[in-house]
Structure formats: structure tokens, C-alpha cells
């Protein structure tokens, strides 16, 4: 899949003003760990999930590969509630376990891949800090604990500047979470073609490696009715 050249969130995004202490958390990462990148996602479920801050569009693109593909180490981390440590990508055992993400990885640049759950004081799941290295790389123990401390923080950090009792229009902001566009779009799908939402899911992320498009982008044309999709015919009825 080529790299798109839509950029990660601007530092003047207004979007981006609820998320202050969060933008900062994701940046400061950057210094105190030793990585190129960072990014951090939260998950309503282990399918639902959306990218809330990226420091840059590598990052960003390394988060919306995983969504389209449907595999990774955020989802990984997410669902193990451990850590997940890769070295490097172009290692034979993560192509086994990612063949589909770890290639992609590897094209785009990325060596390095380091994911860390999101703390919360009462052991709950909320969304993954996802880490890279352009160079294949090991976080020493200062850089592991660096890490760590970062998510911890992050978690109630980001249920606090996302909470829609206090922010209530931030849920339904489409900059803030382009993946909800891809819901739409697939839901969108799933009436037009007759079939589960699950499955309209399935054949956006799969319509989006084969064309080589952003999934967000395909979602944007889906909702504007740029791409349409006619019923099918059920099986035995075709001429």
C-alpha cells in the first residue's frame, strides 16, 4: 500500500484544543523514550477502535494500517493488555504473525514498533499508545519504564479530555476521529449491498489494500456517494 501524503493532526488543528495534555504526553514521549514517532488510540470494543492524537503522519499511517488490515501490535496490546515489543519489523516471526501489516511496515520505513496498553487506576482497557523507530532498535530499561510511564499517564488523561459530559461535541467531531467516518461508510455499504455490518467492514478494509487508499479517504467518497455499491444478486438468480 503506498504512503498517502495526508498529514497527522497539525499543532493548529482546532480540534486538537481539547487535547492538550494529551498532545503533550504523545510528544514529550518522544525525548524521554528515544523513538522517531507516537501516537495514541482508544478502543470502544476489540474491533472499534480510532486514532485520537498522531505526532506526525508516520505514525498516523502506521495506526490506520492496522485499522484497514485488521491486525498489528496495538490491536495486540490491546486485547493481551501487555505490551507489545518489536525490535524490528523485518524480523521472519513478525511476518508470521502479521503477514499482512509487517511487510507494509517495513515499505514504509518503520523498523521499530513498541505498543504499550493505556493505565487506568481500576485495571480497565481504554486505547493503546502505539510507539516507532525508523531503525530496527530494543528499548533499554530507562526507555521501557520511560514508556510505561507515559501510558499510565495517558490513560486518564485522555478519558478526562474526551469525556462528552464535560466536552460535549468531541465525539462527534470528524477531525477528531476520522475512523468514525469509516462506520458510516461501511453502514452506508451494508444497506446498499444487503449484507451485516460486519461484513461491509470486512469488504471496506479489504476494497481499500486492494485499490492502495487510505480507508478514510474511501469512506469519504462512500459518503458523498462518489462510490456506490448495487445490490447483489442472490446466488442461483444470475442469468
Not at 514521549?29 to 505526532?55: E, Q
Not at 479489504?206 to 462510490?227: G, N, P, Y
Request: a negative charge.
Amino acid at each position: 500500500m503506498t504512503h498517502g501524503e495526508d498529514p497527522a493532526h497539525r499543532n493548529d488543528d482546532p480540534a486538537l484544543m481539547l487535547l492538550g495534555r494529551t498532545r503533550a504526553l504523545c510528544e514529550g514521549c518522544l525525548a524521554t523514550v528515544g523513538v522517531d514517532g507516537s501516537a495514541v488510540a482508544v478502543f470502544a470494543g476489540d474491533t472499534t477502535r480510532d486514532l485520537v492524537y498522531a505526532t506526525n503522519s508516520t505514525a498516523e499511517r502506521i495506526d490506520e494500517l492496522q485499522f484497514t488490515l485488521g491486525e498489528g501490535p496495538c490491536l495486540a496490546a490491546y486485547r493481551s493488555h501487555r505490551p507489545e515489543l518489536h525490535a524490528d519489523m523485518a524480523d521472519p516471526g513478525v511476518s508470521v504473525r502479521w503477514p499482512a501489516f509487517a511487510p507494509e511496515l517495513v515499505a514504509l520505513g518503520v523498523r521499530g514498533i513498541y505498543a504499550f496498553p493505556l493505565g487506568l487506576w481500576n485495571g480497565g482497557r481504554v486505547g493503546v499508545l502505539e510507539l516507532y523507530s525508523d531503525k530496527p532498535r530494543t528499548l533499554d530499561v530507562a526507555q521501557y519504564r520511560a514508556a510505561e510511564d507515559c501510558a499510565a499517564r495517558l490513560g486518564p488523561t485522555v478519558l478526562e479530555e474526551l469525556d462528552p459530559t464535560r466536552y460535549p461535541s468531541v465525539w462527534t467531531d470528524p477531525a477528531l476521529f476520522p475512523h468514525g467516518n469509516v462506520h458510516v461508510a461501511a453502514g452506508m455499504m451494508a444497506g446498499q449491498l444487503r449484507i451485516s455490518p460486519a461484513d461491509a467492514i470486512s469488504r471496506l478494509r479489504a476494497m481499500a489494500f486492494a485499490e492502495e487508499r487510505r480507508i478514510t479517504a474511501l469512506a469519504e467518497d462512500i459518503i458523498a456517494a462518489r462510490v456506490t455499491f448495487p445490490p447483489e444478486e442472490p446466488r442461483g438468480e444470475r442469468g
